[in-house]
């Protein structure tokens, strides 16, 4: 055979990785392409080596993994970046501390001026370096935010670029220093800002609100026993917080949005969000924020058909639960 293996195979290859029934064949298929010259787009070959080494790192062979990572900045020795922050991340993982951080050392810089770069912030986290991972993305912050205040005159484009690597940096930064315990310190709190800020810009760009806070009947009641406060957002009675949502959503989906659905909320889930941000959970922008975090977890999507288990969670069919709640 003398087929060709083309960049969208490649992908393909990546995507499936170590999830494949029979991953060595996908290596083989990735290896044998590059030793026979049947890369499509030679510029590829690298790709398609780190892509084989990857999945050889996912099933836990290091060393072979690591040669595949080595042949890949050999290849292409003008384009090894990331080649060689796979194999820095390989070393580290391999035990071999000093190699492993010389190599990605070497690369550091790119950080205040890449934004791809983070790359190397995933090699350091993904092998136990957390705090290095932290601290280095403390620096190119300092860098880029002390770049730009002596530089108060750049292009509009320049300006845009250091905005989107500062909030990419901080975010990342924020995640890690969450997972080490660490308290929020002034980066933290910039991330949070921003982040905020970012959220309510897509909210503005929205037709509608695509996903709806809603709270299961008994998190609906030890939500008010623990915050009254909350009386004066939400009705009184659970019955009549499942009309509003239904009705609110029959209001979204008449102005033409899509993708309608509701997150269900618990209480110790808004605890710990408010406290992670330091925020009041009682507050209209917490709840905000709180939904938006849901979303990845799962959304209930609506409407449900009539003939379904409606979406409140009552279980009764949703033509004879909270379908005739909006019309009331
Ligand atoms: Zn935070
Ligand atoms: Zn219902």
């Not at 060689?84 to 190599?103: C, F, K, M, N, S």
């Not at 989107?164 to 991330?191: F, S, T, V, W």
């Not at 710990?272 to 939904?291: C, H, I, K, R």
């Amino acid at each position: 055979m003398s087929e060709l293996l083309t960049a969208n195979r490649i992908d393909e290859i990546g995507a499936l990785g170590s999830a494949s029934p029979d991953p060595a064949a996908l290596v083989t298929e990735l290896v044998g392409a590059v030793d026979e010259g049947r890369v499509a787009d030679p510029a590829d070959t690298g790709y398609a080596l780190l892509v084989a080494a990857d999945i050889l790192k996912q099933a836990g062979d290091l060393a072979d993994a690591l040669a595949l990572a080595s042949r890949a900045i050999a290849e292409q020795p003008d384009e090894d970046a990331y080649a060689r922050a796979v194999r820095g991340g390989l070393l580290l993982r391999l035990g071999r501390a000093d190699e492993g951080i010389g190599e990605l050392t070497a690369l550091r810089p790119r950080l205040e001026t890449d934004p791809d770069a983070t790359y190397l912030i995933d090699e350091l986290a993904e092998s136990g370096h957390t705090e290095t991972a932290v601290e280095w993305l403390t620096g190119a912050l300092d860098a880029i935010l002390e770049r730009t205040r002596s530089q108060p005159h750049e292009s509009e484009d320049a300006q845009d670029a250091a905005a989107a690597m500062i909030y990419g940096l901080a975010q990342r930064r924020h995640d890690l220093r969450a997972e080490l315990g660490l308290p929020h310190d002034e980066y933290d709190n910039l991330a949070d800002r921003l982040r905020a800020a970012s959220n309510h810009a897509l909210d503005a760009l929205d037709d509608g609100p695509a996903t709806l806070l809603f709270w299961p009947q008994a998190e609906f009641d030890a939500l008010l026993l623990r915050w009254p406060a909350l009386a004066d957002s939400y009705p009184t009675s659970w019955d009549e917080h499942r009309a509003q949502l239904e009705r609110a959503l029959v209001d979204a989906s008449g102005l033409g949005g899509a993708d309608l659905g509701v997150v269900a909320g618990s209480v110790d889930g808004l605890a710990v969000f408010a406290q992670e941000a330091g925020s009041d959970p009682t507050d209209e922008e917490t709840l905000d924020g709180y939904a938006d975090s849901l979303d990845e977890a799962g959304v209930t999507a609506w409407p449900p058909g009539r003939n379904d288990t409606c979406w409140c969670g009552s279980g009764s069919k949703y033509k004879k639960c909270c379908l005739p709640r909006s019309r009331g």
